[in-house]
């Protein structure tokens, strides 16, 4: 029976154990080998003997070997396989849990995956197998289970079951598992596999090479099953059959419940947590991680050094502190060398610092013992006094706050205003009368008078000693200081007298306009008669006794004088007897020396010798004798104006506030509404003692006298030092109060007692600024009571507050202050004892014997280094030798804070550099950095600074050809350094828009740009893409820029009237036809085949090529701009000289043969470029406008050769008016980007800071009013008053306009042709160079100079050139004017305007060129003003183009003058001079120049063409040079055709391209520009030469005209 039975149980299990092996082991191979590949499925029925016999390659290599497990022990063994079983039989169950459940759901069987043998073999190609290891499974299985039987055996002999397993194996449940329970279990193990799919390799390997030896163990256990049972057996054979662990049934183990099921959301987000969430791992970090790479501790303690012991912390706490830091960037930077985290050393002391008391108490010495007694605080700790003084004894401070009177409130009314001022006089008038200053002086003047006069009578006939002389002297004196004091004290009684009337005067008027009364004011003139012939007696008496003094002075003045000059008299007639004596020796000396000289000679030496000696001793001139007669009438007059008329009623004015005050119902609205809010307010007063607020008085409401009374006592007991008292003043309305003012008091001193001490007013004043919409009339705001709100004054809040402050009075009348005695020295306590001033006051520092005493009390160490300085002062002032100094010091304490001298500052570089870049010195004007230390500033930087203090004077003639112009230069660069300094001030004083740039607040009413309601309007708006609008930009400061930020970007848009080629001839009779069959044949034969090119700061971009005489690019080039050195300053930008050359080409194609290589069907061409003319625009003009757009005239050479112009002429009363079709033009947008912030100019800061004028107030406040109306109305109108002259000082514009002669020679030239003449003078101006302000003047500002100082300068803006040719104009009998207004491309210009022949002609002063009032191609965009010599008128047209306004200036309707009706000339003197003198004409020096330039031209060209030869044609020059000065003197009119013929039949068959160019002469650089950007030297022919002539023409006053004539020719 037992037998059967065991057999049975062994059946079941190895049948339970053969399933759920096979199902964990399939689904975990199965989860390996589907990353690979798809799984070949075989039918069930193949027989298994098959699949054993199939050799397995694993998914995974397996980390295991059955050889090393050979060499274990029994017992090791068993304790491994025991304890893997475990964990897998537990996987087992858990996962039969779940499966169970998953049945009971679905009753299907689930599908089972095969076992390894069912499978076929995969190989995996991502893993190198080990052949040894591979080759292990190949082993045959039946050598594997014989191995594994033996090993099983001597296993299972080696180790039997402990006593705990045996009775586990016999307490087991051993029933059978229904199957649903072991497809449960499969199910999960699935479950289990998917999710711990990921584990790392070497546990896969693990599990798989477990699972196979797993198998092939069963297999082994079903062989022996069946063949070997046998009694004697042992029932554990093997660590495989395990009984009592194979018996833990699922059962065991399960607990059944519903099923959970965790959302995808909710997996998702602790997913992300995992991810967000760091926590630290509590394991100790490796220190390879902790430390750099091949870095290994380092121990300080072992190296000898002390390390403080670390304080204690936890191992695991450290651990992970350090995982937490190393998660960091910067973590290892907390971590020390020796790998740990790095930590002070504990600051815990182990002992006690104090010394143990080891033995008792009883044995100490009394000394020493502890006394304990109750804390308590001294109350004399800080205290006024020292603590010798009675406890109880307290010292009390009284504040009496009486009340507070407003001189001025914000509610006042202007009756108010006028009645303060009215009680104010009246005030001042009674403190006169009750000091009586006058009748004192004129007693006192009385009394010297008559004691004066009985001395003179009691010496009259005797003669005076020296003695009563000096005291009659001094009487004399005393009398005229008297009188002119009683003199002015007279006149202010009566100026106050006067005021006091006009008030009140102002006060009834304004009550009558105004219809109602505020203030109770009455004012009443009591008038006292007086005895008329005393009075008129007492007059004349004062009068004849003023007079006689004064001429008793005079006299003696001129005694005085007359003894002085006599003296001087007598010196100087010494010293002319000495020059006599000395000239006589001389002409001795000289006959004896050379008597060959003539007598001329002598005479003009000693003439020379005489000179200077007459020149320092001139002849005195007597003193004048005084006017007595002049003297009575002076004093009557003076009588007249200071003093009450004889007989006139002495007037005594008083006034009353016993008037009504108007009731409310009777007052309009406003009043009403300030009535009521006076009504509404209240003050109180808190008190502040040493900065602490102690106590506050009561609110008191305001009355409508605007007095407030307080009547309130405050006792404060005193334990601290009175440093400060203070009382704020508080306005409350309704729930809000804020402070109105302060006052501070002063600390009484010890004797001012209460009682004794009398009520002080203390005045006191806000700057709070406050307006109101009701009569009130504010604070900090200006108000006017004239008519038409001029002299206008800005009242401040203010008052007086009544108080006194005084020490208490105790029980007894004990008075409760520090006694005198105690208060300076027995400050032992308190600060008093350290410092002078607390102790004895500011006051007492003078006083040498207070000061000692104090030393003396404070008991002052005298060899402590600290009081050296006092006790030294002590020193002196004992011995007399030190007295009070009348006068004291702002910084008393200067030279102690001097940290160095005054000389080693002076010597400091880094200091000197600081001081440099200040002042704005232009080498370190733009100096960024400068160095922090001393030693880094070098030597080198001053070197250039100091060689041009050096070289100041000397003028360098290399940059400038003539010396005319370098001495220009200089004095340019003097009166640059000189206006800069000027205006540095101005420079300085920054707006607010200077320093933030904000976008304006849109507001949907009112004007000004971005305004809300225009935006919403715009957003309605249709869309039109075929018509794009530019956008407005934001700017950008350019101080944060640097080189490579900014670009200059060049919109070429199209262009007209280009010039056309014209076919060459060689002869001038030949057709153009022949020529078209000639050799030269043109590609195409096109018209012209222009492209632009853009140079600027020598970057070159160009548009690609167009077609005909009128083409369209529509091209955007960028061009990179860099600043001069780098700096991107507003001064810098504004002043950079560089220029853009917009130039227009023709491309023209050349055959230059056929190729052989292809059998002659490809033609060689080359192309060239010819220029045909530019554009030039500076680059401070497109900066300052911010952008450029518009249509301008080409400059066009006056002969193209090669090419032709399409003229047509209409000549109108002999002035040719010029079409549009006239010369060529070119539309073009230029701008920045970014848009910069343009430089403000400094007149807007110059208006506020008031610079220096000789103008009239009245005219300058009249202009400025008039600009900031026409600002206003028209603020796209330029529109200026005044300018500013060189000295920085403003004059009134008209001063500027006045005939002046142009040079003669230019009348002369055309005298019969006044046409010609008047061209010839405006080409004349347009020979001196423009210079831009902003250029000159680094942005400072915009200075006209006069005529006389341009012609000298030879440089100057539009506005000189426009002043100079307008006065040349009147000057030749033409009315003209000058127009203020905007054009293209200059921005901000000046234009004259002149009417001759019934119409108006606009001229151009920079070209020389004029237009009609309605050509279309007039640069002048907008006329904002017109000037003359007797007016300015303001254009108030409803237009501002030239083409679109009427320019007839007495319509009041379209032209609003300034001088007018209402403001009339003041008749203002010019600031130019009358006649100009002009220097003559110096054809030498225009000869030299004309060579240096040539040779430097040439020199260039070569350098521009650097891999070619430069050829240059000697005849062809020779031709240009004769030619040239036919061009200056037709400016270059009507001569190019007979020239062309000329030059074709002297060069026959070469091809001639070329042009002349014409500039004004300024300096080289220009004209090198020039000629680059024609780019004649990039032609590439080989034949090509070149001819270069130049011609310089120069006009009176070194101004100079020069032509460069360029030609290229190619041999044909």
Known sequence: MGETLKRRFKEQRRRRKTKLLEQSSAQESQDDVEEISSIQHHSENEGSAEQAAE?????????????????????????????????????????????????????????????????????????????????????????????????????????????????????????????????????????????????????????????????????????????????????????????????????????????????????????????????????????????????????????????????????????????????????????????????????????????????????????????????????????????????????????????????????????????ARLAQLYDQYLTRQHNNLTGHLTDKLNGLRSALRNMLEIHDSQSLTQAMQQRISDYSLEIRNTRQLRDSEQEKDRTLLKNIIKVWKEIKALREFQTFTNTPYKLFLRKENVDQATDEQVFEDEISAEVVELEAESEEDYQRKLAEYKKQLAEWKLSRRKQKAKKKKRKKKKKGQLQDDTEEDEDQELSE????????????????????????????????????????????????????????????????????????????????????????????????????????????????????????????????????????????????????????????????????????????????????????????????????????????????????????????????????????????????????????????????????????????????EVTAPEYFRLEQLQEEFNFVTDEELEGSKRFRLLRLRNQEVAEFRNYKCVPGLEREVSDKVFQEYEKRLKDGEIIDTKEHLDSHRALVAKYLQKIRESVINRFLLAKHHYLLSDLVIEEEIPSIGGAG??????????????????????????????????????????????????????????????????????????????????????????????????????????????????????????????????????????????????????????????????????????????????????????????????????????????????????????????????????????????????????????????????????????????????????????VFITRYIRPLNPPQELLDAFPNNPQEATALVARFVSLIPSLPDRVSFSGVCDLWSTCDQFLTLLAGDEEEHAVLLCNYFLSMGKKAWLIIGTAIPEGPTAYVLTYEQSRYLIWNPSSGQYYGQYDTFCPLQTVGCLVNADNVWLNVQQYTAPMRMSFDTTKANLWKPFFSRSFSHPGLSSVQQEELVYRRTDKAAAAELQDRIEKILKEKIMEWRPRQPTRWNRYCTTTLKQFLPKLEMSGGRDVAEGHRHELQSLLGDNRIAGFPLHLPFSEIRPIVEAVHSTGVHNIQASNVEFALAVYVHPYPNNVLSVWVYLASLVRT
Not at 97 to 114: D, K
Not at 283 to 308: A, C, F
Not at 1118 to 1136: T, W
Request: hydrophobic share 30%; aromatic share 6%; with cysteine.
């Open 1009 to 1290: 740009p971005g305004i809300l309601g225009i935006n919403l309007f715009k957003l309605a708006e249709s869309k039109r893409p075929l018509k794009p609008q530019r956008k407005e930009r934001k700017k950008v400061t350019a101080q944060n820029l640097s080189d490579g930020d900014i670009r200059l970007l060049v919109n070429i848009i199209r262009a007209y009237d280009i010039p056309v080629r014209r076919p060459q001839s060689n002869k001038p009779g030949q057709s153009p036809q022949s020529v078209i069959q000639g050799s030269d044949w043109l590609i195409g034969q096109v018209q012209v085949r222009p492209f632009v090119e853009v140079s600027f700061q020598r970057t070159v971009l160009q548009t690609t090529t167009a077609d005909g005489p009128n083409p369209c690019w529509n091209e955007e080039l960028q061009l990179p701009f860099s600043a001069p050195n780098g700096d991107y300053s507003i001064a810098s930008l504004q002043s950079a000289k560089d220029e853009v050359f917009i130039s227009i080409f023709d491309e023209v194609v050349y055959e230059t043969g056929v190729s052989d290589k292809d059998g002659g069907k490809s033609i060689h061409t080359r192309a060239e470029k010819h220029w045909l003319g530019s554009v030039k625009i500076p680059f401070s003009t497109i900066y300052s406008q911010s952008r450029i757009d518009g249509t301008f005239k080409v400059n066009t050479p006056a002969v193209l050769l090669g090419y032709s112009k399409e003229r047509s002429h209409g000549t109108n009363g002999g002035y040719d008016m010029r079409s549009l079709s006239e010369g060529a033009f070119i539309t073009v947008f230029i701008t920045i980007e970014p848009q910069l912030v343009p430089g403000e100019p400094i007149r807007e800061k110059l208006k506020e800071l008031k610079f220096d004028s000789q103008e009239d107030e009245h005219l300058l406040q009249a202009s400025e009013r008039f600009e900031r109306d026409a600002a206003q109305q028209y603020p796209d109108r330029p529109f200026i008053t005044t300018v500013i002259d060189l000295n920085g000082k403003t």
């Open 609 to 880: 010798s005489e000179g200077p000696e007459e020149e320092d001793c001139p002849k005195p001139e007597p003193p004048e004798r005084p006017d007595f007669d002049s003297i009575e009438q002076q004093v009557r007059e003076k009588a007249s104006r200071i003093r009450r008329k004889p007989g006139e009623s002495v007037l005594i004015p008083e006034l009353h506030a016993s008037g009504n005050i108007t009731a409310n119902d009777l007052c309009p609205r406003a009043e009403v509404a300030r009535r009521e809010d006076v009504a509404k307010r209240s003050l109180f007063i808190k008190i502040l003692y040493n900065g602490k607020e102690v106590s506050r008085t009561d609110s008191r409401s305001l009355n409508t006298d605007f007095r407030v009374h307080f009547g309130q006592i405050f006792n404060l007991k005193i334990v601290n030092c009175p440093q400060s008292i203070n009382l704020q003043v508080f306005e409350e309305l309704g729930s809000s109060c804020s402070l109105l003012t302060q006052v501070f008091v002063p600390v009484p001193e010890p004797s001012v007692l209460t009682g004794s001490g009398p009520l002080e007013e203390f005045e006191f004043s806000s700057n709070q600024r406050v307006m109101f919409d009701h009569e009130g009339v504010g604070s900090d705001v200006p108000l006017s009571f004239e008519p038409d709100g001029s002299n206008k004054q800005t009242l401040l809040t203010s008052g007086k507050l009544s108080c006194c402050v005084s020490w208490g009075i105790g029980e007894d009348d004990v008075p409760l202050a520090p006694p005198v005695s105690q208060q300076p020295g027995g400050i032992h306590s308190g600060l008093g004892r350290l410092d002078a001033v607390t102790s004895i006051g500011a006051s007492g520092l003078y006083d040498m014997k207070k000061i000692g005493e104090w030393a003396t009390q404070s008991r002052l160490d005298p060899n402590d280094p600290k009081n050296a300085s006092i006790m030294q002062l002590l020193k002196v002032a004992r011995s007399g």
């Open 55 to 419: 050799p397995v390659v694993g998914s995974r290599p397996p980390t295991g070997s059955k050889r090393e497990m050979q060499h274990t022990t029994g017992s090791q063994h068993l304790d491994t396989s025991v304890k893997k079983y475990l964990e897998e039989r537990l996987r087992a169950a858990m996962s039969k849990g779940q499966s169970l459940q998953q049945e009971e759901a679905s009753p299907e069987p689930a599908s089972r995956l095969q076992s390894f043998r069912d499978r076929d073999t995969v190989t995996r190609f991502d893993r190198e197998v080990e052949p040894d290891k591979a080759g292990r499974h190949n082993v045959p299985p039946d050598i594997s289970n014989r191995v594994k039987l033996r090993e099983a055996t001597r296993q299972a002999e080696q180790g039997l079951p402990t006593a705990e397993e045996a009775y586990k194996f016999f307490t087991f449940n051993f029933e059978p598992d229904p199957q649903h329970e072991t497809e449960k279990i499969n199910r999960k193990r699935q479950k289990q596999n998917k999710t711990t799919e990921d584990r790392g390799e070497e546990g896969g390997h693990e599990a798989e090479d477990q699972e196979d030896g797993d198998i092939d163990e069963d297999n082994q256990d079903e062989h022996e099953d069946t063949n070997n049972i046998s009694e004697e057996d042992p029932l554990v054979r093997g660590e495989e059959e395990d009984l009592f662990l194979i018996e833990k049934s699922s059962q065991d183990f399960l607990e059944v419940k519903k099923a959970e099921y965790v959302g995808y959301q909710k997996r998702i987000q602790r997913e992300r947590e995992s991810e967000l969430l760091f926590t630290p791992s509590s394991r100790p970090v490796p220190t390879s991680i902790k430390l750099p790479e091949n870095m290994r501790p380092r121990y300080l303690e072992d190296e000898g050094l002390y390390v403080g012991k670390r304080p204690p912390m936890s191992q695991t706490n450290e651990n992970i502190l350090e995982s937490r830091i190393l998660k960091m960037e910067e973590g290892k930077k907390w971590i020390g060398d020796d790998g740990r985290i790095m930590a002070l050393p504990d600051p815990i002391k182990e002992s006690s610092t104090r010394p143990p008391l080891f033995h008792m108490e009883e044995d100490l010495d009394p000394a020493l013992q502890t006394v304990y007694r109750k804390a308590i605080k001294s109350k004399y700790a800080n205290m006024y006094i020292a603590g010798t003084a009675d406890p109880e004894g307290d010292y009390q401070l009284d504040v009496d706050v009486s009340g507070l009177i407003f001189s001025h409130h914000p509610l006042f009314s202007r009756e108010h205003v006028l009645g």
